[in-house]
């Protein structure tokens, strides 16, 4: 894309033009889901990463700064995404590496695998809950944020954000009920 092409897209882009949202979508969504496949390796993860630049970047339009190129701000923005997200899996990896390494108190081999099973249990239907619900999920228990601030973050409502973590914890209390105490 050529650079006044960049700047006019940005420019309606501020003011809320979608088909300009689109474009751009469409333009770079391939090329930048690859770029962080090729550093992640994983597809989920990678389509991930790159919705939730494209979500952040239509959320944030009118504050949006580039400076230089929107690829380069759109590829490294990926990368560091993808660089999070690795950090954070090998800090997790850590972790657990060192938790099944301290003497078990109280805790017997049987109980530790039972948790394992069930905190892999857990993320995997997370990660099968549908994108927008997981979203608020996360965004709700992992990062702290209030129904009120998630829902002026994604601009939807408390009811929309609500009824998502209402469906989430019942899909969560359903599909684990064998774990429970």
Known sequence: M???EEKSLLMLLKKGDIKSFEFM????YEPLFGYALSIIKVEMEAEEIVQELFLKIWRDRRKLNIKHSLAAYLYKSVYNQC??????????????????????????????LKYEELNR??????NALPERRQLIF??????????REIADKLSISIKTVE??????LQYFRRNLQEYRL
């Open 83 to 112: 660089l999070n997200r690795l950090q954070k899996e090998k800090l997790l990896q850590e972790y657990r590496r060192h938790a099944l390494k301290q003497p078990a108190t109280g805790v017997s081999a049987d109980e530790m």
């Open 163 to 168: 009824a998502n973590m209402s469906k989430a």
């Open 138 to 147: 996360k965004l709700n228990r992992f990062q702290g944020l209030k129904y």
């Open 25 to 28: 979508f469409r333009f770079y």
């Open 121 to 126: 249990k857990f993320f995997e239907l997370m």
């Open 2 to 4: 050529v650079k006044s």
